[in-house]
């Protein structure tokens, strides 16, 4: 029986700021590194032990990893960076606050574009300051694959081709796997395998910093789910 466990990074510098981030490469905060740690320390508790680590292109999620991983003394595990594990791209709402934001666009409308399964956000440029098609991490993709904005929907198909092409084969051979990646590239996974509906995903949280276990068969079926420390 494999398993894989998923792991919002700790909370990060515009978490606690109330600011949408998506791409941006924002640090933890203070906090933020304290729930990394404690999560490492109840992986070290429960006795689980990886074969692989994924993780995104962008430091709070790599940092959450590393600290998971430090603290379970399983720092030497094999691991891999993509940016297929990126949180959703907020496009023309990123940087801003989210409560100026509801302010101005009223609380349904921001609620829409936070949580609905398939409803875009205001769209960003590719030359607008910012762009992601600017900056060295996305430098080896085609330029036109390069977000100016997702949804839910969009999020989930661009981790798919990770999820078969590295992660299910992994499972399907019994090997433990962790990811340690952000709230809406989790959720379209657990969206995936737990076959939540596109009405169900909306109430879908995933708390920062908190390990969620699943058990696979020898089929990929899911058998069990659990969240560390509850």
Do not use: C
């Amino acid at each position: 029986m494999a398993k894989l466990v998923l792991i919002r990074h700790g909370q990060s510098e515009w978490n606690l700021a109330n600011k949408f981030t998506g791409w941006v490469d924002v640090d933890l905060s203070e906090k933020g590194v304290e729930e990394a740690k404690s999560a490492g320390q109840k992986i070290k508790e429960s006795g689980l032990k990886f074969d692989y680590a994924y993780t995104s292109v962008l430091k709070r999620a790599i940092k959450t990893l590393h600290y998971v991983l430090e603290e379970s003394d399983q720092l030497w595990i094999p691991e891999t960076k993509t940016w297929r594990l990126n949180e959703r791209h907020y496009g023309a709402l990123q940087g801003l606050n989210k409560k100026e934001t509801a302010e101005k666009y009223g609380d349904d409308q921001v609620h829409i574009w936070r949580r609905s399964y398939d409803v875009l956000p205001p769209l960003l440029d590719a030359d607008a300051e910012g762009s992601a098609v600017k900056d060295p991490r996305y430098a080896n993709l085609d330029p036109n694959i390069v977000p100016g904005g997702e949804n839910l929907k969009v999020t989930l198909e661009r981790v798919m081709p990770f999820w078969e092409d590295q992660i299910a084969p992994k499972l399907l051979d019994g090997k433990n796997v962790i990811i340690a990646a952000h709230g809406n590239s989790l959720r379209a996974l657990s969206k995936y395998i737990e076959r939540i509906s596109d009405d169900d995903i909306m109430n879908l949280e995933m708390a920062t910093g908190e390990p969620v276990v699943y058990d696979f068969d020898d089929k990929l079926n899911m058998t069990n789910k659990t969240k560390l420390g509850k």
